[in-house]
């Protein structure tokens, strides 16, 4: 249920970057970890992480 509402838009979370701190909020930290981070493509996926709000 939780991976349908993600891939629905319906639930969004903050993704957090372990190295910098830097918070993106996407609809699925896993596919879409980069669209609000601005240029900061040098961290990998591997660095975020979901964080609940």
Do not use: W
Not at 23 to 49: A, F, R
């Amino acid at each position: 249920a939780e991976l349908k509402a993600f891939r629905e838009g319906k639930q969004t979370n903050v993704v957090q970057c372990q190295e910098c701190g830097y918070e993106s909020q996407t609809h699925n930290p896993m596919t879409d970890v980069t669209v609000d981070l601005k240029g900061t493509l040098m961290h990998s996926l591997q660095s975020y992480i979901g964080v609940e709000r």
